[in-house]
């Protein structure tokens, strides 16, 4: 399962997310089964998107059997954070 939620970004990226993946509520997209190298792909456009027209955030979340959590992370225009298990419990904690 993928992921991604947006908050305040530009047209263009919502656009580009509703063509690869389905839009449940507004800026909330969802994918059961999309390949990786589609989300490494999709991940890759809008990193670079970014580079040129900040704003907003963007969060991507997949299925990582090699991630805390089984969960893995992707984060443009929020404060890094990355998924730490303290004894079988999944907590948040900023990047340095």
Not at 55 to 68: E, F, L, Q, Y
């Amino acid at each position: 399962m993928t992921v991604v939620v947006t908050r305040d970004v530009a047209d263009r990226y919502r656009g580009f997310l509703a063509s690869i993946m389905p839009e449940v509520a507004p800026g909330v997209y969802v994918s059961p089964e999309l390949s990786k190298g589609v989300r490494e792909r999709a991940w890759r456009v809008l990193n670079d998107w970014w580079g040129t027209m900040p704003g907003g955030a963007i969060v991507m979340a997949w299925k990582d059997s090699t991630a805390a959590g089984n969960m893995g992370l992707g984060m443009l225009g929020s404060p890094p954070v990355e998924l730490i298990d303290l004894e079988g419990v999944l907590v948040v904690r900023k990047k340095n």
